[in-house]
């Protein structure tokens, strides 16, 4: 029986469920398996990373961003990618639902363990077998979860993001994918209530850890 959960194809022959459908949560025997899934559906892939549970201080300028962003792009042939939950960059998804565009998510495990919700808007959901958030191993190579959105993307897109989000982008980079940067803030009061319980300084500048990449490039 193959790991991978069985989905049917979408109104234009993708082979991406519906987001009303009861079987768009696709677990994939590993990364390899997920690109190779999303790369059937044709499309170029534009996937969005930043913080996700950190949340970003002003959201509304956030979501001004990611609408501009979309309307440069085609629902035709670009499919839009985050990181499935609704939280921080998770804003991308019904900003996309509402101009048409098919989306996916890629998301660790560790996520469905933890009992995370995913975004409604997210049409098909991708659980990559992983015991890590994503980032990069102590091996020195990427998890899976990285691996994966970084193998299915044609284009990545960074707006703020921590540590994960810098190891999928220096990825990209490394590799030669097209790659954006804007600057955003996480959530100042979130970031500063974090760093308390973890008992931790807190922090004087809120931009993350993708930022402190390009800054030091």
């Known amino acids: 029986m193959s790991a991978e959960t069985t989905n049917p194809r979408d109104e234009r022959g993708s082979p991406l469920a519906s987001a009303s459908g009861s079987s768009r949560i696709v677990r994939p025997a ?15 892939v534009v996937t969005f990373v930043g913080f996700s549970g950190a949340g970003y201080e002003d959201a509304a300028a956030v979501e001004r961003v990611i609408a501009k962003l979309l309307d440069d792009l085609s629902p035709t042939s670009v499919l839009i ?3 499935a939950t609704p939280e921080g960059i998770g804003a991308v998804y019904p900003l996309a639902k509402k101009r048409g565009f098919t989306t996916i998510g890629i998301v660790s495990a560790l996520a469905e363990k933890e009992g995370a919700t995913f975004s409604q808007d997210a049409d098909t ?24 959105m970084v193998g299915a993307a044609d ?21 030669g994918k097209k790659v954006r940067y804007i600057v955003a803030d996480m959530n100042h009061a979130a970031a500063i209530r974090k760093a308390r319980e973890m008992r931790q300084p807190e922090p004087d500048d809120f931009r993350g ?8 490039k």
């Open 209 to 216: 850890a993708v930022h402190t990449y390009f800054d030091g």
């Open 81 to 83: 990618c985050a990181g």
């Open 30 to 44: 590993n990364a390899d398996a997920a690109i190779a899934r999303i790369r059937e559906a044709g499309r170029s």
């Open 125 to 148: 959901v991708f659980v990559i077998a992983d015991d890590t958030w994503g980032g990069v191993n102590a091996d020195g190579k990427l998890s899976q979860t990285s691996s994966a």
């Open 155 to 175: 284009e990545m897109i960074a707006i703020g993001g921590g540590e994960i989000a810098r190891d999928e982008i220096a990825a990209a980079m490394a590799t």
